[in-house]
């Protein structure tokens, strides 16, 4: 199981990205999809999640700037950002759940200027 993720970059603040995680490797379905983020000295966070059912879940500091999709065919999941801010700058992963254990992709890093 592969899972590639992409879309990072350098963006002015008020900006925005498209994050893509790309799964492979696999025939099962994943029961959820998130993205985490860890910026530097600090730890790993949840951002976003979605579930199979398109339930979605966010960190109270993106609701409203972010949007978590996925495509179960495609074994795709985005995250659309908006109206960025500096303190959105961290490397950024995807993480798929299923049959009890998770996977995750290698980190795009996303940096946001003031």
């Known amino acids: 199981v592969q899972l590639q993720a992409s879309g990072g970059g350098l963006v002015q603040a008020g900006g925005s990205l498209r994050l893509s995680c790309a799964a492979s490797g696999f025939t099962f379905s994943f029961v959820v999809m998130a993205w985490y983020r860890q910026a530097p000295g600090k730890e790993r966070e949840l951002v976003a999640r979605?579930?199979?059912?398109?339930?979605?879940n966010y960190v109270d500091s993106v609701k409203g700037r972010f949007t978590i999709s996925r495509d179960i065919r495609k074994k795709m999941a985005y995250l659309q950002m908006a109206d960025l801010r500096p303190e959105d700058t961290a490397v950024y992963y995807c993480?798929?759940?299923?049959?009890?254990?998770?996977?995750w992709g290698q980190g795009t890093q996303v940096t946001v200027s003031s």
């Open positions: 979605i579930l199979n059912n398109g339930e979605a």
């Open positions: 993480k798929g759940s299923a049959r009890g254990y998770d996977y």
